[in-house]
Structures are given as structure tokens and as C-alpha cells.
């Protein structure tokens, strides 16, 4: 590793951001998290958002990942294509100076459809190298927008994403169903048989209005009506990711709170999980991209 | 007929709201519609919203179907349930004053799950009764919130709701996709595309995200992506509609740009449609309730 002092590290999200400082063994020093992510940052603004991290954490080399590597980032970093291992990724880091590297995000094109991630690769590959997953695995990965990740011999050979979180945001922003999401959600028995419903039955968008209709008609109670809706979502999720053919067991890497939703809605669909504290999983990935610059 | 001197229908909406004078024989001689939905009406506002559209059509008894009759609406109006027919409605009329009467919603409990509707019914009971549909038939109410419904000897028996409308609404007003759907939906080959898509497999909220993945990977043109998506959308809900059992040719009524687009999307099911434009079935429908009163 040419970064012998150590480095910082960003998941520099749309929304969000969070920033490490990594000494020269990887190990975590420091860190925050703020909400600065991208779509925060004006045009020609990231030099200075950069030099903002280094006020707060120090003055070191720095490895971003994430929507920084978008269009609407700091600089473009073209997607690695599937089969994508942390040797290709780490081989195509787009610079921006000469302590500034961003990683390429990766695609998949086959079997009819097209896919396209930014930030989570970092994530998967990070807890295949580190031994917290199976060079060979099937992964969940929550967030605004899900992934249905499958790893061979360490490298991201197929993916789909789901867009379950953003819909879940919109109706409960913008909808008819805005008041009766306001609740907190919960895996509890609500979610359960929301979650059992769609895995059972493929009517998402019907589904969601009954939520409204049955808190009308006395069929259910308000207080349900949250977590039985992120249920329903969820569980078209699952619905959709278990398509793919894998006998894995299925680890969930993400966020702790979404993590143990999707354990209970893959449960409902009978199979086994192991869940994984995303955060973790980052530090193990982007040490192992640091390692081979 | 008591108001022998014909009277002032009214289909109100949550956003929209179309106001018909009819005459002593049910022709309509005279109509306005404008964007003063339910919603735009403050608290205690409907005897001056009503009064303005007596000033503006006549003074004559008052006729009103629609959101008005919901709790966010003049004064609330009991669903009528399933079975219902026109003369199950007409007796359920909800009187605010001596001249002007509510139309009552239908709701259906059953099969595990509960719906309603307010407005619809008006037009699939008007359909029947005016001879437009058989008595026994079965009808998709494309709008904001879709409906599916059975009709036996005239009776609406068992219906479903699908909010296909707002979702899509949603997508490009507040979403990642927002940019890519403020172009024409047509019913041409990307729409039947994403219709076909959605009828063969369930996995809506995974290809709608394959939308942006497409274009960013020059696997879909920008010019495709707004009808491809509603084609998704509408294939979901056509999915979802046809596993009702029945082999009833399917009629659709509605406003015209829907119905084309609802048909188009039945035909990628290999299905039959009709198409009715909804404003002659609420004409045939609201006089039909009046002729009762």
C-alpha cells in the first residue's frame, strides 16, 4: 500500500455521508457522519467539502465511495462490469489529485434488463475478503434502493436492485397512505402478515390501497397499518430476490434496523439469513481496495 | 321523479370536480368542470361551493357523486356494500337539504381483504343500465386508483382497487426517476414492452428501477423511458385484474387517454376490451339514481 500513514475513507451517499479515518494497520481511529451527501454539494463544491473532511479528521489520503462517483458527483467513475472482484475495482479508481481516488460503482447487463450499483459493491466485496461471508454467497443489501447480490470465488457475477425503500419514502411523503404510515415499523406480527401476503401474492400496488380501505372499513387498525405496509413492500422484495435460483444461505448487509426487517420477511419465505452490520463489512472493503493502490 | 324539472349532477373529485345540468328528460344542456376538488374546499366551505355552481348552471336540485360524500367531503355518505345496485344506492342517499342529495361509496369486504370505492360506481352502474355493458360483465375503471370490477344481473358483486395513477404520479413528481418520466405515455411498442414485461413476470418495483439502470447504461432511450414505466405499471395492475376469474369480454371506462392505454395493455394479455367513454355512463348512471328519488 503506497498510503502507509493510513487514509480516510467516505460512503459518500446522495443524502448522506459518512467519513473514517483509517491508521496505517485499518484500523478505525475516527469518524463522523453527517448529512452532506452529494445532492447537498454545489456545482464545483467538493474540492471544498473534501478539505472540510481533512479539517475534521486530518490531513490524509482519501478513498470515496458511493454516489461521489456519479454524474451528479465529484468526478464520473465509468461502472466495473460483472463478474466484478476488489482486483478490477480497485484496478479502475478514477483520481481527482494525487491523494484523491474514487471507486468505480458496478453493472450488470443480461438476461434482458440492465442494473447499476454504487457504494453497496464496496460493502459485499468487504465481507466476502474479510471472511464474514462465503467467497460464494447470496446477499441482501436494504437501503433506499436494495440489492440481490450473488458472489462467486469473491467476485459480484449478478445483482438486481429493488426499489423498496424510495417507494416506501414516496408513499409515506406524498400519498393517500401519507398519515397511515407515520408509525413506527416493526418486524412484529403486522409486518409478518403484511410480508407473508406478497410473497404469497404478487399485487403490490393493489395490496397498498387495501391498507387505506382496511383501516376504513374497521378491518385494521391504524396502529398496524405501518408496519404492515413496509411488510407488504418488503416482502414483494423478497419475492422478487428469491426468484433467483441459490441454495445459499442468504446474508443481509446493510443498516441494523433494515437488516432485521428483511431477516423477517425472508423468514416468512422459509429460509435461513445471517445478518451483517454493513458498516463492518465497508471498513473490511475499502481497506482491501487501500491494500492494492 | 320528484324534480320534475331536472336537476345539476355533479362527479366531485378530490382534485377535480365536473358539474352537468340536466334536463326533465336526463339530456345534458349545459356543463363546466374545473380543478375545485374536494381538497380545495376549506372546512364548512360546500354550501358556497354549491351555490357557485347553482350561479354558474341554474337553480336546480343538486345531485352529487364522489369524494363529497367521503369524511374529508361535505358530509359523510355510508358505503353501500357489495352487492350493490342502483336501487341499493339510491336508497342510501345522503340529504344535506331538501334539493341537494350524496351519492353513497360501495365497499367490498371478503377474500381476506376489504375496498371501496366512491365515484366508480355511478359509471359501472350507469354502463349497465343504459345497455352499454351486459348486466353480468366485467369492468377495469382506469383513474388515480383503478378499479376491477364484477357485475352480476346489474349489481357491482366484488371489485378491487389498484393505485397504478398515483404511483405513477409519485415516480415523476417526487422520484429518482422523475426526470425520466416527464415525457408522453403512449400505447406504443415501449409501453406494450413494459406491459408485457409486468404481465409475464411480478417484479414491478425491481424493473422500475431497471428504467434508470437501462438508460444509464445505454440499454433504453430517455424518449422510451415514460411509456416503458407506465407500461410497467398499467402490466401490473392488467396482472393483477386478470386473476379474477372470468371470461367475460373486458369492458374499460374511464376518460379516453386512460382507457386506450388499459386497453392496449389487456391486449399484451391476449384479453378483449371494449372501450366506454366514463362521461356517458355517469350521465346514464346519475339519472338513473335520480329517477328513484
Not at 403484511?194 to 404469497?200: H, N, P, R, V, W
Request: with cysteine.
Amino acid at each position: 500500500m503506497r498510503w502507509a500513514e493510513g487514509f480516510i475513507a467516505v460512503d459518500w451517499g446522495t443524502t448522506n455521508r459518512r467519513a473514517y479515518r483509517l491508521d496505517s494497520s485499518g484500523r478505525c481511529v475516527d469518524e463522523f457522519e453527517d448529512h452532506l451527501g452529494v445532492l447537498s454539494v454545489p456545482a464545483g463544491g467538493f474540492p471544498a467539502a473534501v478539505a472540510d473532511i481533512r479539517e475534521r479528521l486530518g490531513d490524509y489520503p482519501l478513498l470515496l465511495a458511493g454516489m461521489i462517483g456519479s454524474n451528479r458527483g465529484w468526478k464520473e467513475a465509468p461502472y466495473v462490469a460483472c463478474p466484478a472482484g476488489i482486483d478490477g475495482i480497485a484496478g479502475k479508481l478514477v483520481w481527482t489529485g494525487e491523494r484523491e481516488a474514487i471507486v468505480p460503482g458496478v453493472s450488470y447487463v443480461g438476461d434482458g434488463r440492465a442494473d447499476v450499483m454504487r457504494g453497496e459493491e464496496v460493502q459485499l466485496l468487504g465481507a466476502a475478503a474479510a471472511g464474514l461471508i462465503d467467497p460464494t454467497s447470496f446477499v441482501c443489501h436494504p437501503g433506499t434502493h436494495n440489492k440481490w447480490a450473488t458472489l462467486r470465488d469473491g467476485r459480484i457475477t449478478e445483482f438486481r436492485t429493488v426499489m423498496t425503500g424510495e417507494l416506501f419514502n414516496l408513499l409515506k411523503e406524498h400519498s393517500i397512505l401519507s398519515d397511515l404510515l407515520q408509525g413506527d415499523v416493526q418486524p412484529n406480527e403486522a409486518f409478518k402478515q403484511g410480508a407473508l401476503q406478497a410473497i404469497d401474492e404478487a399485487a403490490l400496488s393493489a395490496d397498498l390501497f387495501g391498507v387505506r380501505a382496511g383501516v376504513l372499513l374497521g378491518q385494521m387498525s391504524k396502529e398496524d397499518a405501518a408496519s404492515y405496509a413496509s411488510g407488504l413492500l418488503i416482502g414483494a422484495d423478497v419475492r422478487i430476490g428469491l426468484s433467483i435460483p441459490t441454495s445459499a444461505q442468504i446474508a443481509v448487509i446493510g443498516r441494523p434496523e433494515l437488516t432485521r426487517l428483511y431477516a423477517a420477511a425472508i423468514g416468512q419465505a422459509g429460509r435461513e439469513t445471517i445478518e451483517l452490520d454493513g458498516e463492518n463489512c465497508f471498513l473490511a472493503g475499502i481497506n482491501g481496495i487501500a491494500k492494492r493502490i
